[in-house]
């Protein structure tokens, strides 16, 4: 169950574990950090509405780039934008913009960025709307975490019907950068799915 987007071919694009096996060591291509985000907090459920904007920023960060470059750089990211704070990014400019188009510890792509900031806007909307983003994004399951019974990484798929569902009412609302597959990598990440597969230790037989 690499943490990770899927891609149209069923590979993970470059978010995959290494090879290891689920919850063991990496191999050489394997990465610590990789190791530690897995195993402390991938299919974790997550509540704070700060942490559920990080997760958004970070998932959206990756497309087209791997997983494991998106957590070396996740501090690099934390610092940049505020710790995360949205009422913060809510509110950059231009200014600020050209400011982290100059910082070469994140990703430097002027539509990623900006879509950072319009996502901040739309978050607080839904935080006006819902008491909080954390009501809205975990009402689409009833507030339970949905248990995968995948026997492999191979059998995780890339999108779901929910993950098609959520997507499309994000970006009603205006959100960017939110496609189905990242979508369903977010639902992985803040624990809406627990896709760790039979044989890892995280596994969550029903």
Known sequence: HQPGHKGESGDHQGRDHGGASHGGAYDEAGEGGQQEYHDEEWGKPVHDDRKLFEMLVLEGMQAGLSWLTILNKRAAFKEAFNEFDYQKIALYDETKIDELMQNPNIVRNRLKIKSTITNAQQ???????????????????KNRPIHNHFKSEADIPATTPLSDRISK?????????????????????????????????????E
């Not at 369903?184 to 624990?191: D, E, H, L, N, T």
Request: glycine residues 8%; charged residues 20%.
């Open 123 to 141: 978050f607080i909307k839904i935080q006006e709307e819902y008491g909080s983003f954390d009501k809205f994004i975990w009402s689409y399951v």
């Open 169 to 205: 009412d994000l970006k009603k609302r205006g959100f960017k950068f939110v496609g189905s597959t990242i979508i369903y990598a977010y639902m992985q990440a803040i624990g809406i799915v627990n896709d760790h597969v039979k044989g890892c230790y995280l596994y969550v037989p």
